[in-house]
């Protein structure tokens, strides 16, 4: 049934070319009187009828410019600079790209001599962008992209993440192109802040819901970094190094290649002192079951193209959700990025990230109580670990025609995890007698696999706001672990104590994979309101070994089998969705509302300790809405109203203690 499904599916999407963001406004801006180029000339692409297709570029040293992946629609494209008159021009996009060549005059008394110095806005609003002019922004010469960032107004960095508004900021593009995959944190921390002209913040939709124009709730926060007109070419970078007392040390650097559409940068750091220069997706994955979601609660995969709120293998398809680690930290980490544009129909970027991370936590923990009848409590804690990370993002878009378009977005990471944690707790009287001692020791070797695929091919016909898309995701994850864990234990009695000692092995693994589709047509029926029909079917199919021995010291071996504590599991989820929204729009406001029936099925398949088999149908309304109003030039007001169901994990349905870590 899978295979017929798959071949069904990736027919359908080789017979139907599909296309979406498929239109390019071009030109040169020249002087009316010399005939030579406008340079540093502002081109704003106004929509007529939906802001979130305004468009916006700056001319080069010759007057070129170029507005890429602009979607059909009526427009007003104004052209402006210091000294020269506003030219403001009509413009329809249907069936092909445009070239144009714009001619600008001089205002009348114009003193070629004469120098005009503007106060710039710190910050302006365009639509629902936030825009920031970093000139406005005064920052150290060798400052990051995250040093200005950090002193413009509603962008904050906690914990190692940038937020904006306070949401985090999953990804950063640089002049309308990916950087780094989704690893916001690797962009701003990697990029000089001299080359910045602009920082945009705004709310990103999907890739399937940018081409049809309906928000469908997976919007997520996005920056987009303008660069200087002057810095589109050549090469920039920096490197530095320091060494202090106690064998303290920081190295590191970067260096970014521009030529023309080509993107090249190099980025490295290693330090001991607790820089850890990367996305919490490179700590500790392998103990993590959590993704990454958007705010519409439809998982990574609906962030990047939808993936309409299929749960996700083992809730862990994406970036890994662990928070920066305490104590001390050693750090070696090392990316690297490109970007291009091959001919005229394929753009591609991709990226390649290494990291190696040691950390050690000692703690001493001491507690008394003023009443006799409760115990003093001394503690030790010695804990270590070494992390190391590698992953790979790529994302391809190729441009048939101007009616079809494929995007396709791979990616995959390998994580290795060692850790070894000595914990020592002691009760005492008040006079110091000692009562009982505690001496638990873990080790744990782990390794964690993701492998991640989203193809999305987009088709629009002639009649404007009619299109279709279809998105197919695919995913797979391995984790497989050793964990041992070892305990002693001490009382004291009146003139005697009393030993015991336990020793524990653990041998855990799990993996999954996940197939979905999300299909999407989209009909006009005036020219403000949109009807779309969506059908999300998905499969995901999972299992967990886990398997505990205790130690048996006649033959120095781990081989007594304890069956409270392990189990064979397998889970099969198999669900069906389909919906109809309505979407009413105008220039400034949006109000969308639709229903989707989704059927899902659960079955569980237990074959250790006791068989047991679990078949479950569920069956689901789905509401959603959303109202976007535009109450002034500063001020928007987004409510958002979604219902999603997320089916639990297979570690989650089994019916046996997680004991790693636990006391024996």
Partial sequence: MIKNYLLAMFALLFVSAVHAQGYTVQGILQDKQSGKGVQSATILLESMT???????????????????????????????????????????????????????????????????IATISPVT??????????????????????????????????????????????????????????????????????????????????????FTGVDDGNTTKGINIITKANMRNGQFGRVYAGYGTNGKYQAGGNTTLLKESRKLSFVGNFNNINQQNFATQDLLGVTSSSSQGSRGGGGRGGGRGGNGGNNQVNNNNGNFLVGQQSGINKTNAFGINYADIWGKKATISGSYFFNSSANNSDELLNRQYFSITIPNLSQVNLASSTNTNHRVNLRIEYKFDSANQLIITPNASVQLNNSDKDATTAFFKTAGTTLSRTHNINSSDKTATNLNSNILFRHAFPKRGRTYSINLNTSYNNRIGDVYTTQFDTTFLPATFRD??????????????QLSSNLIYTEPLSLHSQLQANYNPGYTKSKADQQAYQYDGSVDKYDIF????????????????????????????QLSAGVDFQQTNLKSDRTFPTALQVNKTFQNFLPNAILRLKLSEKCNLRILYRANTNQPSVTQLQDVYDITGLPL
């Fill in 562 to 589: 304890n069956p409270t504590l392990s189990s064979k599991f397998e889970n099969t989820t198999a669900s069906q969705k389909g919906g109809i929204t309505y979407r009413y729009f105008t220039r400034d406001n």
């Fill in 50 to 116: 939906d802001t979130s297709h305004n468009r916006s570029a700056i001319s080069d040293t010759a007057g070129r410019f170029r507005i890429m992946n602009v979607l059909p629609d009526s427009f007003n494209i104004v052209f402006s600079t210091v000294g020269y008159s506003r030219v403001s021009k009509g413009l329809r996009l249907e069936a092909a790209d445009i070239d144009l060549n714009i001619l600008i005059s001089r205002k009348p008394g114009e003193l070629q001599a004469v120098t005009v």
């Fill in 500 to 513: 015991s000692t336990a020793r524990r092995y653990t041998d855990q693994f799990s993996n999954g994979y």
């Fill in 125 to 210: 609003m365009k639509g629902d962008t936030v825009q920031y002019n970093a000139s406005q922004y005064k920052v150290n010469p060798d400052a990051t992209v995250e040093d200005l960032a950090k002193k413009m107004p509603g962008i904050t960095v906690e914990d190692g993440q940038l937020k904006a508004n306070g949401e985090v900021v999953q990804k950063v593009t640089i002049d309308g192109r990916e950087f780094f995959g989704d690893d916001a944190t690797a962009a701003v921390k990697n990029l000089p802040a001299e080359i910045v002209d602009k920082i945009q913040v705004f709310d990103r939709l999907s890739d399937q819901a940018q």
